[in-house]
C-alpha cells in the first residue's frame, strides 16, 4: 500500500519470515486504491460459526482464512493457509503443514490451536454450524489432532473425495476460547454487528474497521496477511474495500452506472442494454461479457415441512401437492419477462456449470396448469368456492403465503408469476417481499418445538464444483436441510423415504474416490431430488458480467466463468487510477 517506504520494507521482511502464499496474478499490480461492490442486505453476523447467509459470509471471507480452496486457473486444491500437505494411509490421512509466522491482525500467531479449536467448534452439533457436515463422514468424525505448532492432522474414518480442500474458517482461538469454554450460547454472541470493528480480529487481507448498518461495510488492508504477490510484494494491492448496501438490484445497477460500485452481475437483458448504452455512449468507463456462462447457483421454492399448522405440514409433505406446484413454473415465462430471455430452465440440484456432474436427464414437470389441477383434484380440492378458490370437501381453502428476498427484483417477478399461474386455477397464493435476513432467520431458526412460521419461501443457493459441500443441505441433520429441518443439528421428526435415500447417496458420493463412479452417484441423487421435488426450481439466469476499467488484475474476456468470477484473486485486483 501507499504507505511510508520504510513500513512497506518491513511489511516485506515479516512477509519472508511467514512462508507467504504467492497469489498469481493476471497482470502486475500495484498498491492503494479502492474496490467498491454493493450488497443487497445488511450482513447479520461477522461470527464464522453462526453465520449462514452471504450477506454475511461473503465478507467473512475476507477476513478469516481457511486452510485449502481451489485454484482459480485450475480447479485443482491449492494451499492458503496450509503451506503444504502430505497424504498417508491410502488417503485416510492428511498431514497439513502451516505457514510459520503468520499472524492475526491484533499480532498473535496464527498455529495448530486455532486450526484445531476452530475444527473442533465446527463438529460440535450444539453449535450447529453451517460447516458441521464437513466434519462428519456417514456418522462418524473427522479427527483432527496437533501435531506440534505448526502441523495438524486430519484422520478421515473412511475415504473422502474433496479431502484436501478445508474450506472452513479458523477463527483465532484466543478469541473465541474462553467464551466457547463458558458455553455455546457465549460463543455464538460474539462478533455480532454491534461489536466494534476494532474487536474483530482478521487472519485474511483485509480487517474491518467500519460498519453502518443500512449503508455500508468498510474494510481495509490487514497489515499482518501472510500473502505476496509473484515478485515478493505484500497483498493485497488494494487499500480498502467497501460493500455499499443498495437493497434493489436496479437501484445497485444506478450506482454502477453512476462509476460508484466498480463490478456489477447484470440480472437480465434489460440491464445488460443499459449498460451496454452507457459504454456506447462514452459515458461510462466499464466492459460488460453478456451471457458469459450460466449462474453458478439454484433458485427455487421451498415449501415448509415443519408448520405449526398440522394441514399445511401435510399438504406440503404430499408429493403431488409439490408436482402440482412444478407445473404451476411457466420457466419460459421467467426467463422472458425477469431474465429478457437470458437464461435456463432449471430442473436438478446441481449447477449447470458444474459439467463434471450435473445432468440435464431428470423428470421435468413441465408448465401445465390443466396437470396441475388434476393432481390437486386428487388430493381432494375438486371444486371452488364463491371467490373462486380451490377447496377440499370440508370447505377448507387451498391457500398459502409466499416470500421472497425484497428488492432483488428477478426473484421478485419470478414469484409473481408463480403466484399469478396458481390463481388462474383457484390456488390462492400471497406474496410479499420481505428482507432477506428475516427470510435466512425464519427458514433456519425453528420454534423450541421444532416448528417454523412460514408457507413457502423462494430462495437461492450459491453453488459450487464439489456437490459433497451442499451436504448440509442434503443431508438429514444438515443445518440447511430447509425443507425439514431438524432441531439443533439433529434428524428431523419425520422423514421421508426418499429422503433417507437422498442422504445415502450424499455419503456415499463424498466417500467415493472414483470419479466416473461419483458422477453416477450424483446423477441418481438428481433424479431423485427432480422426482420427488423436496425444493422445486425455476431458472438460471444467465452470468452477465460488467466491471469499470479503473480495475486490474481482472480475468480477460475468455477466461471469464460464474465459477471463479472476474478475477483469480481479490488479493491481486488493484487500481488502476
Do not use: C
Not at 436496479?250 to 452507457?278: H, K, M, P
Amino acid at each position: 500500500m501507499k504507505k511510508l517506504l520504510i513500513l512497506g520494507m518491513l511489511a516485506l521482511a515479516g512477509l519472508a519470515l511467514a512462508q507467504p502464499k504467492v497469489f498469481k496474478g493476471t497482470e502486475p499490480g500495484r498498491a492503494g486504491g479502492a474496490y467498491r461492490i454493493t450488497a443487497i442486505s445488511d450482513p447479520r453476523t461477522w461470527n464464522p460459526f453462526v453465520a449462514r447467509e452471504t450477506s454475511s459470509t461473503d465478507i467473512i471471507s475476507l477476513f478469516l482464512p481457511t486452510l485449502t480452496g481451489y485454484s482459480p486457473y485450475t480447479q485443482a486444491p491449492e494451499g492458503n493457509l496450509a503451506k503444504s500437505w502430505e497424504v498417508r494411509n491410502n488417503g485416510l490421512t492428511v498431514i497439513f503443514r502451516l505457514r510459520e509466522g503468520a499472524r492475526w491482525s491484533d499480532g498473535q500467531a496464527i498455529d495448530a490451536d486455532d486450526v484445531i479449536f476452530s475444527a473442533t467448534v465446527h463438529a460440535d452439533q450444539r453449535v450447529n454450524s453451517n460447516s458441521r457436515s464437513s466434519f462428519i463422514l456417514d456418522g462418524q468424525p473427522i479427527r483432527w489432532t496437533k501435531v506440534d505448532q505448526f502441523t495438524v492432522r486430519a484422520d478421515f474414518p473412511k475415504p473422502y473425495a474433496p479431502a484436501l480442500i478445508q474450506g472452513w474458517y479458523i477463527a483465532p482461538e484466543h478469541i473465541f476460547g474462553p467464551a466457547y469454554r463458558a458455553g455455546v450460547q457465549q460463543l455464538q454472541a460474539l462478533w455480532n454487528l454491534d461489536t466494534p470493528p476494532a474487536q474483530v480480529v482478521s487472519g485474511g487481507p483485509f480487517k474491518l474497521d467500519s460498519y453502518v448498518k443500512g449503508e455500508r461495510v468498510v474494510l481495509v488492508r490487514n497489515p499482518n496477511y501472510w500473502g505476496v504477490d509473484d515478485r515478493n510484494n505484500p497483498v493485497a494491492y488494494l487499500e480498502r474495500y467497501t460493500v455499499q448496501v443498495v437493497p434493489d438490484l436496479n437501484a445497485q445497477l444506478a450506482r454502477f452506472l453512476a462509476g460508484e460500485a466498480d463490478t456489477f452481475a447484470a440480472a437480465n437483458a434489460d440491464q445488460v442494454a443499459q449498460v451496454l448504452e452507457r459504454i456506447r455512449g462514452n459515458r461510462l468507463r466499464a466492459e460488460i461479457f453478456p451471457n458469459a456462462d450460466v449462474t453458478l447457483g439454484t433458485n427455487f421454492i421451498v415449501f415448509n415441512w415443519n408448520h405449526k399448522d398440522p394441514f399445511k405440514e401435510s399438504l406440503f409433505r404430499q408429493v403431488k401437492f409439490r408436482r402440482a406446484m412444478a407445473h404451476l413454473m411457466d420457466k419460459k415465462s421467467m426467463i422472458e419477462v425477469a431474465l429478457g430471455g437470458l437464461g435456463q430452465p432449471q430442473w436438478s440440484p446441481i449447477s449447470i456449470p458444474n459439467k463434471a456432474f450435473f445432468t440435464d436427464d431428470v423428470v421435468k414437470y413441465e408448465f401445465s396448469p390443466q396437470k396441475a389441477a388434476q393432481l390437486l383434484a386428487e388430493l381432494g380440492f375438486r371444486s371452488k368456492n364463491r371467490d373462486g378458490w380451490l377447496v377440499n370437501a370440508q370447505g377448507k381453502v387451498l391457500e398459502f403465503n409466499l416470500v421472497t428476498n425484497q428488492g432483488n427484483n428477478v426473484r421478485e417477478r419470478i414469484a409473481q408469476i408463480f403466484r399469478d399461474e396458481a390463481r388462474k386455477i383457484g390456488v390462492k397464493v400471497e406474496y410479499r417481499p420481505i428482507d432477506f435476513n428475516e427470510l435466512v432467520r425464519q427458514l433456519t431458526s425453528p420454534a423450541a418445538d421444532g416448528t417454523r412460521e412460514f408457507d413457502a419461501i423462494l430462495i437461492g443457493l450459491t453453488g459450487g464444483i464439489e456437490p459433497a459441500f451442499s451436504r448440509n443441505v442434503w443431508e438429514l441433520n444438515g443445518s440447511l436441510h430447509m425443507w425439514n429441518l431438524g432441531a439443533g443439528g439433529k434428524n428431523p421428526a419425520k422423514v421421508e423415504a426418499f429422503e433417507v435415500l437422498i442422504d445415502t447417496l450424499m455419503k456415499r458420493g463424498a466417500t467415493t474416490l472414483d470419479q466416473a463412479q461419483r458422477r453416477q452417484i450424483y446423477v441418481q441423487f438428481q433424479k431423485v431430488v427432480a422426482e420427488n421435488l423436496p425444493i422445486i426450481y425455476t431458472v438460471a439466469p444467465a452470468y452477465n458480467p460488467a466491471r469499470l476499467t479503473r480495475l486490474g488484475g481482472m480475468f480477460p474476456k475468455e477466461q471469464i466463468n460464474s465459477i471463479t468470477g472476474q478475477a483469480p484473486y481479490i488479493e491481486t485486483v488493484f487500481a488502476k487510477e
